[in-house]
């Protein structure tokens, strides 16, 4: 499975289209910022939100890449009763026409907005995780001491990382990591927990540390964690086992499943709890 950005830059290889971002948004809205469509002559890629909003802006995009009035820069939507949608709220969209020459460039624009994520293994259940997340919005960084373990093409979502001693890596992350752990060692695997609680002392910047495994492997790392002098405290920072309750299946695409979506509600609560913390202050 690929990503809405990998099909974008697949298509646009071979012909040229218009870019339709959502650069800003005002109350109730059926996408957030950063959001993007890619309309063709004959089809697109992504979704705005649907409705009379996307279908207008299909048609401006699209007018203009079949020869019509330049609808470049950003415009203003409100979703009242003149556009037929009744969010209430505002959006913001940006028209750009692109073509193959701009490929280097939304290649890395395109996975700006993305939520950060680490995936610590390259076994079946990490590689089973990657191609899922390469399809949500996250840009995956994969990371493993066995360089060999990485397939050769890779969604534009997605890059690897060799890495030994594997921990290592930890240090490097971006702020706001969401990160994943289950290399195909245990050893490998204490050591990446304890490197991401001492970095979440220092900085307490990685929101969700989750390992696979079993109720009985986290006893035993936990009491590995406090001989290490981590508080109980820092140790309940990190989840284990992964994935939301009520999934049982031990198949790796079934096991991606349920992290994935762990990993979005808890992105969801997080967002949710800085709303909150903004409106009290």
């Not at 009744?86 to 939520?115: F, H, Q, S």
Request: aromatic share 6%; glycine share 10%.
């Amino acid at each position: 499975m690929n990503g809405l950005a990998d099909a974008l830059l697949a298509r646009l290889a071979h012909e040229p289209g218009v870019l339709v971002r959502v650069t800003a948004t005002e109350g109730s809205v059926p996408r957030e910022s950063g959001t993007w469509m890619a309309v063709w002559a004959d089809g697109l890629t992504g979704t705005i939100g649907g409705g009379q909003l996307e279908y207008q802006a299909t048609q401006l995009a699209r007018d203009w890449l079949l020869g019509g009035a330049a609808v470049d820069g950003v415009r203003r939507c409100p979703l009242g009763p003149s556009l037929g949608q009744c969010c209430g709220g505002v959006v913001y969209l940006r028209y750009e026409r692109i073509g193959a020459a701009d490929i280097p460039a939304l290649r890395r624009t395109l996975t700006e907005t993305l939520r950060p994520a680490a995936l610590f293994g390259g076994g079946h259940v990490g590689a089973a995780l990657a191609r899922l997340l390469a399809t949500l919005p996250y840009a995956v960084r994969w990371i493993d001491s066995r360089d060999e373990v990485f397939p050769a093409q890779l969604p534009v979502q997605v890059e690897t990382e060799y890495s030994d001693p594997v921990h290592e890596a930890v240090a490097q992350l971006p702020a706001g990591t969401s990160v994943v752990i289950m290399s195909f060692s245990h050893a490998e695997d204490f050591d990446i927990v304890a490197a991401c609680l001492k970095r979440q002392r220092e900085r307490a910047d990685l929101p969700y540390v989750g390992l696979i495994g079993s109720k009985t492997k986290w006893a035993t790392f936990r009491h590995r964690l406090e001989a290490r002098g981590f508080s109980a405290q820092e140790i309940a920072h990190v989840t284990c086992p992964i994935g939301v309750p009520g999934i049982t299946g031990k198949e790796p695409e079934v096991i991606a499943v349920a992290v994935a979506a762990q990993l979005l509600m808890h992105a969801e609560a997080v967002a949710a709890a800085s709303v909150r913390l903004s409106q009290a202050a």
